[in-house]
């Protein structure tokens, strides 16, 4: 089966992903989503990818990186020390390229150079978008998505607005219109 591509980002209302290197919320049930459906597989033989900038390996705590159970791709120009089983790759396409056929989905989860290059290249299936209903004081910022893709459903996302901390969001699924 081929490689599906896939991207996951949780956006503010004025489309802000990050702050001073972090996430500009602390929403733990939506990165209890994010850690889930990045994990799910529908073949239970085959495992999935994470791929990332290094600003995004750096923004998550040494003690949760590698993110468990996935394969962890970081992309740089540098040469990176990187614990064993995480690779370091120069671009999109060779991380991509890299992964072999025990891998399901190669999710792309930030930050926003990656996004960029994945969405203006049409590179991802679907789009996983955590709509924040709020706006955020950010300093990166998702990329437009263009007009290539509709919402979707997946049964494996909530569609009910969710709610922690007095914080709303909601989940959605875009897929890339066929051509
Ligand atoms: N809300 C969300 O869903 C979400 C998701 C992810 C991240 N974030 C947030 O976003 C921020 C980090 O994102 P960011 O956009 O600043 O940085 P980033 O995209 O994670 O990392 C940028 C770095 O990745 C490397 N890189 C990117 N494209 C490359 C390419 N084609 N070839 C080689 N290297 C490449 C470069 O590393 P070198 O400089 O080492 O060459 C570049 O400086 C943090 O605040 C994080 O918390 C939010």
């Given at each position: 089966?081929?490689?599906?591509?896939?991207?996951?980002?949780?956006?503010?209302?004025?489309?802000?992903?990050?702050?001073?290197?972090?996430?500009?919320?602390?929403?733990?049930?939506?990165?209890?989503?994010?850690?889930?459906i990045?994990q799910l597989t529908?073949?239970?033989?085959?495992?999935?990818?994470?791929?990332?900038?290094?600003?995004?390996?750096?923004?998550?705590?040494?003690?949760?990186?590698?993110?468990?159970?996935?394969?962890?791709?970081?992309?740089?120009?540098?040469?990176?020390?990187?614990?064993?089983?995480?690779?370091?790759?120069?671009?999109?396409?060779?991380?991509?390229?890299?992964?072999?056929?025990?891998?399901?989905?190669?999710?792309?989860?930030?930050?926003?150079?990656?996004?960029?290059?994945?969405?203006?290249?049409?590179?991802?299936?679907?789009?996983?978008?955590?709509?924040?209903?709020?706006?955020?004081?950010?300093?990166?910022?998702?990329?437009?998505?263009?007009?290539?893709?509709?919402?979707?459903?997946?049964?494996a996302?909530?569609?009910?607005?969710?709610?922690?901390?007095?914080?709303?969001?909601?989940?959605?699924?875009?897929?890339?219109?066929?051509?």
């Amino acid at each position: 089966m081929v490689l599906k591509v896939k991207l996951i980002v949780a956006v503010s209302e004025n489309m802000g992903i990050g702050s001073k290197g972090q996430l500009p919320w602390r929403l733990k049930k939506e990165l209890k989503y994010f850690s889930r459906i990045t994990q799910l597989t529908s073949d239970p033989t085959k495992r999935n990818a994470v791929v990332m900038g290094r600003r995004t390996w750096e923004s998550i705590p040494a003690a949760n990186r590698p993110l468990v159970n996935r394969c962890n791709l970081v992309l740089s120009s540098q040469s990176l020390v990187l614990p064993e089983g995480v690779t370091l790759h120069h671009s999109l396409e060779e991380a991509l390229q890299s992964l072999g056929d025990d891998i399901e989905t190669a999710w792309i989860i930030g930050g926003s150079s990656l996004y960029q290059a994945a969405l203006e290249k049409g590179l991802c299936d679907q789009l996983y978008v955590t709509r924040i209903l709020r706006s955020y004081d950010c300093d990166v910022f998702l990329p437009e998505m263009g007009p290539g893709y509709v919402l979707a459903r997946d049964p494996a996302v909530p569609e009910e607005l969710q709610v922690e901390d007095g914080i709303s969001y909601k989940f959605e699924v875009y897929e890339k219109i066929k051509n």
